[in-house]
């Protein structure tokens, strides 16, 4: 039986870590870490995550500012907002939630908001930075992705990656990620021939092509670890929603082990977020010397020593 990674458990055991940092910095006559999110449009599955991203933020102690906008919105508007939370010195991070209206232009929006306070790691100097193995902020859902992954398997040294998809947001960074591990990558997407055939020798896939059930039992290598990234809402003949991932999880008993959807990836998003935001405070008010400097501390993945068992 392929064991159940238990993505909310290490989120826990992470947000725990980000309290005790946030009791810190209070204790050392610091303001709270400040993060300000904000959100254009009425898109439901945005409304529900910010819901859940401001909620997480008060139980480790950041103190959360939420930013609604009207769908339409102009980009002029949405720039100004950010150049003033730019400017905020309570605002330590800044999160736009993606994907955004269509009169805006994504990138110029993401490209506008400090790198110091770019807790998503969206802007093009920490995907510089991550490129290039300096640190800088890691986006959330690639460092869950990398600590889910090390919660079973420590050593990614010549292992055998496969990421299916090449999103700027997943893709492109779990795949530098693991690089930098010294694992073998292979980035792979939906238009990918031979797919099945690429997995099938895989030691870890990480699937966040928004496919669901893509990945069929037969691709799966007895033993590989499976992240599933995807998130698909279904209506079942009961009229009840429910979540697919990318990864036909029924098929899958013979991996060493499988993240669940929900309760795999999503939750160690929104904990890294945090982790990520306490990260920001502190570069920027106890001047880190180079934000580049601090890659070693910084994914906190050191909770992975070596040997220690995964709770799951
Ligand atoms: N600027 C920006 N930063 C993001 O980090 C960002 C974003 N935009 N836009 C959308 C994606 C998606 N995302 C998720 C966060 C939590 C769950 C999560 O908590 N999922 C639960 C289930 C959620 C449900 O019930 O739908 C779980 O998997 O257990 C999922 C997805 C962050 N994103």
Redesign the pocket.
């Known amino acids: 039986m392929a064991q159940i990674i238990d993505g909310r458990a290490i989120a826990r055991q992470l947000d725990e870590r980000t309290t005790a940092e946030v009791d810190a910095m209070l204790a050392a006559g610091h303001p709270a870490p400040g993060l300000a999110v904000v959100l254009v449009g009425e898109d439901g599955?945005?409304q529900?995550?910010v819901r859940?991203k401001i909620k997480a933020c008060e139980k480790v102690g950041i103190r959360s500012m939420e930013h609604r906008l009207p769908a339409g919105t102009p980009q002029a508007d949405l720039c100004a907002l950010i150049k003033r939370l730019n400017n905020d010195d309570s605002v330590h991070g800044i999160?736009?939630?993606?994907p955004l209206p269509e009169q805006i232009d994504t990138r110029a929006v993401l490209r506008s908001i400090s790198p110091d306070k770019d807790v998503?790691g969206f802007h093009p100097v920490n995907v510089g930075r991550l490129t290039t193995g300096v640190g800088g902020i890691v986006p959330?859902?690639p460092l869950g992705i990398m600590l889910l992954i090390e919660s079973v398997l420590p050593d990614l040294k010549g292992k055998d990656a496969v990421v299916i998809g090449k999103s700027n947001i997943v893709g492109k960074p779990v795949a530098n990620l693991l690089l930098d591990e010294e694992a073998t990558v292979t980035v792979a997407h939906i238009y990918t021939e031979n797919l099945s055939d690429i997995c099938r020798k895989a030691d870890v896939i990480v699937a966040a092509a928004g496919a669901p059930e893509l990945v069929r039992g037969w691709w799966v290598k007895p033993g590989a670890v499976l992240i599933d990234v995807g998130?698909t809402r279904k209506l079942g003949e009961d009229g009840k929603e429910t979540?697919v991932g990318d990864i036909a999880f029924n098929e899958v008993q013979h991996a060493a082990a499988v993240t669940p959807?929900?309760?795999?990836?999503?939750?160690m998003?929104?904990a890294c977020?945090l982790s990520n935001t306490v990260k920001a405070a502190r570069n920027l008010l106890e001047g880190a010397d180079d934000p580049g400097d601090d890659y070693a501390d910084a994914p906190d993945r050191s909770m992975y020593a070596k040997g220690q068992p995964a709770e799951a």
């Open positions: 599955a945005s529900v995550y859940r999160l736009v939630q993606v998503d959330c859902t998130i979540l959807v929900p309760g795999g990836v999503g939750p998003t929104i977020l």
